[in-house]
């Protein structure tokens, strides 16, 4: 499956990705869903026999759907119904890998303390039998600070040290995280990333970047702490929404591209909310393994719940399949 790709295939297509600076691999900030530059050289090297898709649901109103079957759901490759081979839904431990942002734009405005206490709100949710987390810095460059854990606090004490400095690598901190992530043996894994949205220092794309991420199935969750004065719609802002806006499009595509999704919080109360929220979602997660198409490269994915209007599915974009998949297809 595409959560148990080879770190070897993973390096080579992260490398390519880096060479692809000048011409992005998938252009941003267009959804990547049109077949990548060069795709015969962008493919995992390992044979993956079926693809698996981690999928959100909400209703109209935003509450997670929990009782769905799989009937309900139908999966396009490359706009061709795919034929789904297993499906699980429940609520079942999560791997959470923590991305805290301590670049020189968090200091500003008192960014750092909230991102602290968001990522205390971060464990909070976690605590269930099985559940862990692994906690990572950067700025301008990508730091395991706590390796994957089940002790809990072991990350809420390190979050209270440090001052931030450098800049900012966002795009780079979660392609490399999401390799980790994908290694992880519980059925719910996501990145969860803390930081005030401001990318000065990433060779790497947001539509690179969810590429990597999407061929992987790690979703990736943005929670981007602001001042209140900042808080794009809030109740003491002073900066028009369209302003703020330009600055965290790309996030917020960079985050559906994955299946995941992007809050902007400025208070404790808004930031508890939040959390949960998120948590809710990534706990119970339905999970579809299906057959991958013959077509070696870059396959545009949709799920879709056609026989239940209103809902809003959240998956991942899309998978790369390779010339050694396709042969024993």
Known sequence: MGSVTRRSGFAAFLVLALMEL?????????????????????VFKSGVELVRVAVAVRDDRGRVVRDLKQSDFEILDAGVAGVIKDFYVGDSPISLAVLLDISGSMAVGGNMDRARTA???????????????????FDSKL??????????????RVTLEGKPWGVTSLSDAIG????????????????????????????????????????IDVPVYL?????????PGGPHSVTPSEERAADTVSLADLSRWTGGDMRVVSVPAQMSIA???????????????????????????????????????????????????????
Request: glycine share 8%; proline share 7%.
């Open 176 to 215: 490399k995280t999401a390799e980790s992530v994908a290694e992880r043996q519980n059925r719910h894994r996501a990145i969860l990333v803390v930081t005030d949205g401001v990318d000065t220092g990433s060779t790497l794309t947001p539509g690179q970047v969810s590429a990597i991420a999407s061929s």
């Open 119 to 137: 990522v205390s709100f971060a464990t909070m949710n976690l605590g269930q039998k099985g559940d862990e987390a692994a906690l990572y810095t």
């Open 275 to 329: 959390v949960r929220d998120l948590f809710d979602e990534l706990r119970y997660q339905y999970l579809i393994t299906f057959v991958p198409g013959t077509r070696p490269g870059w396959h545009p994915i949709e799920v879709r719940t056609p026989r239940k209007k209103g809902l809003v599915v959240h998956a991942r974009s899309g998978y790369v399949s390779s010339p050694s998949r396709n042969g024993r297809s």
């Open 22 to 42: 000048g011409g992005s691999a998938l252009a941003a900030p267009a959804r990547p869903s049109a077949t990548p530059q060069n795709e015969s050289q962008v």
């Open 143 to 156: 730091q395991e600070v706590v390796p994957f854990t089940e002790e809990l606090t072991r990350i809420t």
């Open 223 to 231: 929670l981007v702490v602001v001042n209140p004065l900042d808080h």
